[in-house]
């Protein structure tokens, strides 16, 4: 089992940017990638990026490429979300979930945080 805990939310004006995390602990393994999922009021889920603890994959939705940065810190079991240029539509709960699949199959993140809210003000 694997518990994952999420931080970094705020509220932030249109243009601003935050920094999630989300670290994990209990039975980590490096064959483990960790990705952030939002689901607005309304939308459907959307994988917006991932990242893999043991080489560089990353994946990123088209709605936050050039704008969103996944990195991660394998001595600290954290995974980071840099949110830059925060418009009103990237406004929702952002989940941190893991997975042992393909990291870019919003279906394969069975692990789940209890997730951290932005908010964009315009």
């Known amino acids: 089992q694997v518990t994952l805990v999420e931080s970094g939310g705020g509220l932030v004006q249109a243009g601003g940017s935050l920094r999630l995390s989300c670290a994990a602990s209990g039975r980590t393994s490096s064959t483990y990638s960790q990705g952030w999922i939002r689901q607005a009021p309304g939308k459907e889920r959307e994988l917006v990026s991932a990242?893999?603890?043991?080489?560089?994959?990353?994946y990123y939705a088209d709605s936050v490429k050039d704008r969103f940065l996944s990195s991660r810190d394998n001595a600290r079991n954290t995974v980071y979300l840099q949110m830059n240029n925060l418009n009103l539509t990237d406004a929702t709960v952002y989940y941190c979930?893991?997975?042992?699949?393909?990291?870019?199959?919003?279906?394969?993140?069975?692990?789940w945080g209890q997730g951290t809210l932005v908010t964009v003000s315009s």
């Open positions: 979930a893991a997975t042992r699949g393909s990291l870019d199959n919003p279906t394969n993140y069975r692990c």
């Open positions: 990242i893999n603890w043991s080489n560089d994959n990353t």
